[in-house]
Every structure is written in structure tokens, then in C-alpha cells.
């Protein structure tokens, strides 16, 4: 791969996300969108929204200065509250107010075991849910980890050998 890792992972989630999940209708990297700034001011995302960030990577030695970098991807969902979900509601509205589970459902299927040649397969590693009232939003944290190998340190060039055997093996 010619890309540094992140950028093209990014990229390649941003494909992967709005195809395999067209109800979200914003993915951004996640640069503090849901901050507020303003007691009125709403965060400049459209709803449903999944904010994508690499927390925390580690890294190992392989060989040569490559490395091997094992890390967390976690991904925002933010939605608006649409609806009551109390347990006196009538049923179609608490069933529309846990419409963003069935989003965050099909968003973790599109995600979990997904891989391209160049890292491992994404694994769920935790989910957390906060209230971001002050903002109006339900907001879901899915991380999920994957792993990838770093050769971009390495200055010498590889080549490839082909070998050929014309001939017989003797054994005894």
C-alpha cells in the first residue's frame, strides 16, 4: 500500500459505511463536531452521523524498522431524539424512538470481520453510550480494533527472485 495507513483506512471506511449503510447521512473524521460552542449552537452534522477516530495505537518491532501497529478505531453515532421511549408510550413510538439501534446494528455488521488486504479484520471491542442532552443527540461510541504492517521505514529496495530446478533429487 502507497498510502499511509489512516488516511487510506479512512477513506476506504467512508466507502464502506455509505454504501453498506445509506441511513447515515454524515461521516466525518471526528474533529470535536459534537463540542459545543454556543448554549443554542447544534454541532454542524446532519442526523444520523458517525464520527470516525483512531484513539490509541501500539506498536511492535518486526524486522528492518517495520513495524506492526495494532490499533483502535472508534466510531461515533449521533442521532437526534425523534421520539419518546418510556414505557407508556404507545408501541409504534417507543419503536421509533429505537430506530437508531437497528442503524447501529446494521453499522456493526457492515463493520465486524471487514478487511481489505492491507489490516486484519475489524473486531468490536466495546460500546458506550452517552446523553449528550445539552446538544439534543443520542450519541453510541462502537471501537473496534484492527492491526497492520508498517514497511514505510525501510529504505532498501526488495526484489523478487524466482528460482527454477531442472533436474533430479537423489535421496538415499
Not at 44 to 69: H, K, M, R
Not at 86 to 96: F, S
Not at 124 to 130: A, Y
Amino acid at each position: 500500500m502507497e498510502e499511509y495507513f489512516f488516511s487510506q483506512i479512512l477513506l476506504d471506511l467512508y466507502d464502506r459505511i455509505s454504501t453498506e449503510v445509506p441511513e447515515i447521512k454524515y461521516i466525518d473524521q471526528d474533529l470535536g463536531q459534537l463540542g459545543q460552542t454556543d448554549d443554542n449552537e447544534r454541532p454542524p452534522i446532519s442526523s444520523p452521523a458517525v464520527l470516525i477516530d483512531f484513539p490509541n495505537s501500539d506498536y511492535s518491532e518486526l524486522a528492518a524498522g517495520a513495524q506492526i501497529g495494532a490499533v483502535s478505531i472508534t466510531f461515533q453515532l449521533a442521532f437526534e431524539t425523534y421520539s419518546q421511549t418510556w414505557h407508556k408510550a404507545p408501541r409504534e413510538v417507543i419503536e421509533k424512538g429505537l430506530d437508531y439501534l437497528k442503524i447501529e446494528q446494521k453499522l456493526h455488521k457492515c463493520l465486524q470481520k471487514w478487511h481489505l488486504e492491507y489490516f486484519t479484520p475489524l473486531i468490536r471491542t466495546n460500546v458506550k453510550s452517552q446523553n449528550n442532552n445539552d446538544i439534543g443527540l443520542r450519541v453510541r461510541q462502537l471501537t473496534y480494533s484492527t492491526s497492520y504492517e508498517d514497511y514505510t521505514p525501510i529504505d532498501e529496495e526488495f526484489k523478487e527472485i524466482e528460482f527454477s530446478f531442472k533436474g533430479d533429487i537423489i535421496t538415499n
